[in-house]
């Protein structure tokens, strides 16, 4: 039998002439016949099925292309490659399939719809990292169709011409069946090919939703997977950098996550072959990688922002940016530490949060925290010690504040502490350095003395120790408070570093010498002659210098140690724009004011360069500074009387609203009006004031020069609201000291003060002021006198005052230009008393000035003692506006701790403990310094002592403060000494006295001179309902041993007393009877109480 498939050839040969017909037609010739070998050729296959394929099909074509379409040099190890083809084959399969349903649905039609958009192309994955996306900087969803299907407003054109609509309901039932092939693919829709399925649009729009629900679900577990690596701190940018470590030779293997925390996870790693910047790699390193997430960093960003040396880059960067400082903060504190000698982990790289240090440890184990390790009494005394030492080496070399020091921060290794975490530590100048510094000593007091210290000392004498300082405070609240007052003088320290004189000296090199009132020691350095110098000034820390020699560029010179100086220059934007002068807003912020606009930078020193924050175009004629506020002032328009001033904060800027100042009388001409000698910026009272010097004032009836005040807010316009008159003319000079106008004239050589707290006449829109003071001269400085060395020593002389080269700087600076002296304005205030007769007006005065404590005390005792004692109503405003000050204090205090407990503190980083001013006069300060003093000396009539005691406790109790007990102690010596005992009996028994134990305690002494008193002190003592103890022990000590037995037997206690004590004080009253009826009585409560009328051994 043939094969199949297989035709046999006849054999040629001699055969009939006559030929069968057939009757279907002549037969076609038989097709040439090919080998077994060919026709099992997979070659040959393979070309059959695609000649079949494109006589089909032509109009398919590849659906993709790749280095394995041609089938050539195909690495078929690779199962991605594998997969990749397998993928290829179905998407082929799939194309077909739909041009066969194309061509179908089509048939004849003379419009045709295609199907292009149905087809899919596999993507191709690529192993460049160019390619890789970022899952959290893309919105892209994979899974949701980007081109819904939408039907064409005409509808679709059928058969016949019949048009269909896109509202009828068989359509659109099968155009929603086809929308389902939109849905991500976990959404099951089941197999509807061969179907007619028709689903309505309320059906569809269920399945819709339900789909988007899924979908939405899918991706939170899919962000939930990723996360859940993020929050080890390995998410994919991690990753990568610590491939590119290990690639590179820096690290040679990462063995696993030794310590998790809140911020950050730290790796065990093994150290590679290479060298980074001439350091050579531990044999084991510690990666402490800090997460990405950012739920823990933003809590924590005062440790940052409040930073002076990282504040004003902190707001400018983006929230994510500043897990990356935070790594550059503890790199920078770590590199102090090693300098200072201090055990900590050694840096090795930062790159962006990743930080690689030397591993405190041995073999992967790292070192036990000290809270884990179990230390011998040696041991953990020397701990403590070396624990002390290093904090004093932080503070005072390193001029840090751990400000999270624990046990939980601190390793044992190699028997010696190690520091950790010092990503968080700060400067002793950071607003809360002081109180973080506290806080760590608490930490170090309480642990070392749990663990059996006895020479640890405890939180307050440690911090001293470590600071140098010496605060004095007996309990922790005072002593807090003088802490908080430190950090206050801190800060207000950094905010006059800016107040310096430049001296410069030109001639070959241009030398410079820098000095400042509170520098000790002068700055002195030399730069390059460049030509003559216009401006000169330090940024905030003196880290850079800007000097302004041409109208067009400034300079820049970096103050940095270890950084080279250089210097680079930047010059103003605006074409054609003379650069009037600049000023530095911060660290690294520096404004140009232009006669064009104002142009804002910020200072890379690292780089040497400048970078444009934000400019603004207007014509300006000149400018003003206020570095209290941030505040730039410009002068516009012709007049220049229209002021647009611009607000600085952090790398931004805003443009404040612009105000008019009103000119004496309308200018002959257009010309400048308003010059810069006239206006003024400065903070009075914590708002911003502008404050302009009228020669001629506007009122006929008032002639001499005013002081206008213009109020200046963040929000709003800015009004007028004060007027200082002068009532003269001449030439004028401003300052602001300690929140009062002084203005100073030139012809008069004298001086006036103006406090706008203080009332004055109101005309419905401004207040206008009189000056307080009369008229007085600014007390004269003694300025040395430079001799030659032969000859003796000459006393000083005083300096020229109100010289005609006086230069006045806001708020408190004048500069003697001729002498080559600066000078601070101060007020003093003693002088005052005597000038400033009214008491309640003084009063007002003094209580709004800083220094102001001793000397309201100083008034108060003037006022109760002769020749100027004061009338009784005077005397009770004056403790009225004392004690509404403290009264006011007093809450403030009490609403902080009601927050504190609450728990509140912590989710209101802006709250702040209040700040007891001197103008706080509390019972204590009043007692101390006025009362008792009063009282003991004797003058005054006992009548007049006794009402101003009495009339500052009517004062307290109006402003319900509850009196302490001394005052009252006071007021009965007081009519104890005199033989007052009628009303001391009246002020008891009318309650004018509030009863305390104590004060019970002083009448009973007062029993051998005035006997009704015992009994006083006992009712007061019932009263307290408190004091049940007291009164037993007040009975027995007078032998009134059944009165004392009564009284316990009638609030119930009985039961519960100790029988010895009535029986010895009975015994001691010599009395049988009376010691056999207490006897009795105790045996009669054994027998009730026992069951026994005998004593228990212990109480026998």
């Known amino acids: ?177 086809a929308r389902m092939e939109n849905f991500a693919p976990e959404f099951q829709v089941g197999d509807g090919i061969g179907m007619d ?139 102090r530490m090693q300098n200072a000698g201090i055990p900590c982990p050694q840096v090795v790289i930062l790159k962006k949060h990743v930080l690689v240090m030397s591993f405190i440890g041995q073999d992967q184990v790292p070192a036990p925290k000290l809270k884990d390790v179990k230390l011998n009494s040696e041991d953990m005394k020397k701990a403590y010690y070396q624990v002390v030492n290093m904090m004093q080496q932080l503070y005072k070399e390193c001029n840090l504040v751990h400000a999270d020091l ?59 120790a470590v600071s140098g300082l010496n605060i004095t405070a007996e309990n922790e609240v005072d002593f807090q408070a003088e802490i908080e007052a430190l950090e206050k003088m801190n800060e207000d320290h950094v905010q006059n570093h800016g107040k310096k004189v430049f001296a410069v000296r030109s001639g070959g090199a241009t030398g410079v010498v820098v000095k400042g009132l509170e520098d000790r020691n002068s700055i002195s350095f030399r730069m390059e002659d460049k030509g003559e110098v216009k401006c000169i000034k330090f940024s905030l820390g003196n880290k850079i210098l800007a000097v302004q020699r041409t109208s067009k560029s400034v300079d820049f010179l970096n103050f940095i140690p270890d950084s080279p100086q250089i210097e680079y220059t930047q010059e103003c934007k605006t074409k054609n724009a003379n650069i009037l002068g600049f000023c ?55 007049l220049g009387n229209v002021l647009q001033p611009f607000y600085f904060k952090s790398g931004t800027m805003s443009k404040l609203s612009k105000f008019e100042i009103e000119l004496p009388a309308a200018p002959k001409s257009s010309k400048l009006s308003l010059s810069e000698r006239d206006i003024a910026m400065a903070t009075i009272y914590g708002q911003l004031y502008v404050l302009y010097l009228r020669h001629h004032s506007r009122t006929s009836n008032s002639t001499g020069a005013e002081v206008v005040l213009y109020h200046l807010p963040r929000e709003g316009s800015c009004k007028k609201t004060h007027i200082l008159k002068l009532n003269r003319t001449g030439k004028f000079a401003l300052n602001v000291v300690d929140n009062l106008v002084v203005v100073h004239h030139q012809d008069t050589e004298t001086s006036v003060i103006f406090d706008i707290k203080l009332r004055g006449d109101f005309d419905g829109s401004t207040t206008i002021h009189q000056f307080v003071l009369p008229p007085r001269s600014i007390q004269p400085y003694q300025v040395p006198v430079a001799v030659p060395a032969s000859v003796t020593s000459q006393s000083p002389v005083p300096c020229k005052l109100y010289s005609s080269s006086w230069i006045v700087f806001q708020p408190d600076i004048i500069i003697s230009a001729s002498e080559g002296y600066l000078w601070n304005l101060q007020v003093k205030l003693e002088p005052v008393v005597n000038l400033l007769l009214d008491k309640g007006r003084l009063m007002d005065f003094l209580l709004q000035r800083k220094e102001c404590k001793m000397v309201i005390l100083a008034v108060c005792s003037q006022m109760l003692s002769e020749p100027e004692r004061g009338s009784l109503p005077v005397i009770a405003t004056v403790f009225d506006k004392l004690n509404h000050e403290y009264k006011k204090y007093l809450e403030a205090e009490q609403s902080y701790t009601m927050v504190v407990e609450a728990g509140q503190s912590r989710s209101n980083p802006l709250l702040k403990r209040p700040v007891r001013t001197q103008a706080v006069i509390d019972q204590s300060d009043m007692y101390t310094h006025v009362l008792s003093v009063f009282t003991e000396k004797k003058e005054a009539p006992h009548k007049f002592t006794i009402a101003v005691l009495m009339e500052y406790i009517r004062s307290l109790n109006q402003f319900q403060i509850a009196v302490q007990h001394y005052l009252y102690e006071l007021v009965i010596k007081t009519l104890v000494q005199h033989n007052l005992f009628y009303t001391l009996h009246q002020f008891l028994q009318y309650h004018v006295l509030s009863d305390s134990k104590p004060l019970a305690c002083l009448l009973l002494s007062l029993e051998s001179i005035y006997p009704p008193a015992h009994q006083l002190s006992l009712d007061m003592l019932k009263r307290l309902s408190t004091a049940n103890d007291e009164i037993v022990e007040v009975l027995l000590s007078k032998h009134q041993v059944l009165a004392a037995l009564r009284f316990i037997r009638g609030i119930g206690g009985h039961d519960s007393i100790s029988a010895r004590k009535f029986l010895d004080a009975a015994k001691q009253a010599d009395d049988e009877m009376l010691f056999y009826t207490i006897f009795r009585f105790f045996e009669q409560r054994n027998q009730r109480l026992r069951g026994n009328p005998s004593f228990t051994p212990g109480k026998q």
Request: with cysteine; proline share 5%; net charge negative.
């Open 197 to 335: 399925l028709k689903l309505s649009n309320q059906v569809f729009n269920a399945l819709k939703q339900h789909a988007y629900s899924e979908e939405r679900r899918s991706a939170r577990l899919h962000e939930k997977k990723e996360h859940s690596t993020a929050e080890k701190a390995v998410d994919p940018k991690t990753r990568l950098l610590l491939y590119k470590m290990v690639s590179g030779g820096m690290l040679e293997t990462i063995t696993g996550c030794i310590s998790t925390g809140k911020e950050s996870v730290v790796f065990h790693a093994y150290g590679g072959n290479a060298t980074e910047d001439d350091k050579v790699i531990p044999p084991e390193c510690a990666i402490k990688v800090f997460k990405t997430t950012l739920n823990e960093f933003k809590n924590r960003d005062k440790y940052i922002k409040d930073d002076y040396r990282f504040k004003d880059r902190f707001s400018k960067l983006n929230p994510r940016k500043i897990i990356r400082m935070w790594a550059e903060k503890e790199m920078h504190n770590l590199t």
């Open 1 to 177: 039998m043939d094969p199949v498939g297989v035709a046999a050839a006849p054999e040629a040969g001699p055969g009939p002439a006559w030929q069968s017909k057939c009757p279907w037609g002549t037969p076609k010739t038989a097709s040439i016949s090919c080998s077994l070998a060919d026709v099992m050729s997979e070659q040959l296959a393979k070309e059959l099925q695609l000649e079949e394929e494109n006589a089909a099909f032509p109009e398919v074509v590849a659906v993709a292309e790749g280095p394995f379409i041609t089938g050539e040099n195909v690495d078929t190890s690779s199962d991605l490659m594998l997969a990749q083809m397998l993928q290829m084959e179905f998407d082929r399969e799939y194309d077909a399939q739909l041009r066969r349903e194309e061509k179908k649905f089509n048939g004849d039609s003379k419009v045709s719809i295609s199907f292009e958009n149905y087809r899919k192309v596999h993507p191709f994955d690529s192993d460049s990292s160019e390619d890789e996306v970022d899952w959290q900087d893309t919105r892209h969803d994979p899974y949701r169709a980007d081109k819904p299907t939408i039907t064409p407003k005409k509808g679709f054109i059928g058969k016949g011409k019949d048009i269909t609509t896109k509202h009828d309901e068989v359509v659109c039932g099968r155009k929603n069946t």
């Open 406 to 464: 624990s046990e939980y921060n601190m390793l044992w290794h190699d028997g010696k502490v190690w520091l950790i975490d010092v990503s968080q530590s700060v400067e002793p100048t950071h607003p809360h350095g002081l109180e973080f510094l506290f806080r760590d000593c608490r930490n170090v007091s309480q642990f070392f003395q749990k663990g059996g210290v006895a020479e640890a000392l405890n939180e307050r004498e440690l911090f001293n």
């Open 584 to 638: 530095w807003t911060s660290s690294t912020e520096i404004v140009f004011i232009t006669d064009q606009g104002i142009e804002f930078y910020q200072v890379l020193p690292e780089k040497r360069s400048l970078k444009l924050l934000k400019n603004q175009s207007i014509n300006v004629n000149w400018y003003m500074y206020c570095p209290e506020s941030s505040v730039i002032l410009l002068s516009t328009t012709v």
